[in-house]
């Protein structure tokens, strides 16, 4: 499609309902590929300690690279009580193709036997107790809880703080700022879809450079703030 420079001068833009927002996100993304947690968790690798793995694997690796490292790891190991059995090399070998392989298989060791061993095998289901562990920070603990737990957690992405800026959903300069409005603004009841469905979106149709504006089924709500040029 052919370059178009954004011109919003007398174009009135339609109330931003969110639960619509989320109905058209749906649609959107119905026939894209999933985020990779999600993805892990429709094939069965949905429990706590493989979602937290699979989590710290995702972090700065494409989401298919992700997936696959987390199939041949978990083929080979999928508790904290056999991933603390594997030699660090044989962890390493396991996780080539993530980002930094030998620091993430350094952590994810560290964590597998502190939870085998000091949490009687059941990874912890707070926050805090999760950002204990080497390596995992606070959208990695949120993912964990979230897809992991099930439980209401906002893991924001740079997906999910660039689109919600974007839409003027929210006004954040930052990630943790994201959060913080989306904590107070966002239905608790999409804390765990947000992520699950802005992943798909933003690679695929709001991408960060020349979003696909004209194709998209929420342009008649987003303010498109910050963009200057579409396709």
């Not at 989590?55 to 991933?83: M, N, Y």
């Amino acid at each position: 499609m052919r370059d178009s420079s954004v011109a919003r001068d007398n174009i009135t833009k339609a109330t931003f309902d969110i639960d619509e927002v989320f109905h058209r996100l749906r649609r959107a993304v119905a026939s894209l590929p999933k985020a990779a947690m999600f993805d892990l968790r429709d094939q069965d690798y949905s429990s706590p300690f493989e979602q937290l793995v699979g989590s710290l694997i995702s972090a700065r690796t494409r989401d298919e690279t992700t997936v696959k490292v987390c199939l041949r790891l978990f083929a080979k190991a999928r508790t904290p009580e056999a991933v603390a059995t594997l030699e660090l090399p044989e962890l390493v070998t396991l996780l080539q193709g993530a980002t930094f392989a030998e620091a993430k298989a350094r952590d994810i060791r560290e964590l597998a036997i502190r939870i085998a061993r000091h949490h009687n095998g059941q990874v912890p289901d707070t926050l805090e107790g999760l950002t204990n562990f080497r390596g995992v920070g606070p959208k990695i603990a949120a993912l964990t809880l979230a897809v992991g737990f099930g439980r209401p957690a906002l893991a924001v992405d740079i997906h999910v703080h660039r689109i919600t800026n974007r839409w003027g959903y929210v006004a954040a300069n930052s990630p943790q700022k994201t959060r913080d409005a989306l904590l107070a603004k966002l239905p608790e009841r999409y804390w765990i879809e947000i992520n699950e469905r802005l992943v798909p979106f933003g690679k695929f149709i709001c991408t960060g450079i020349r979003p696909r504006c004209s194709e998209c089924l929420l342009l008649s709500m987003c303010q498109q703030i910050g963009v200057t040029s579409t396709r």
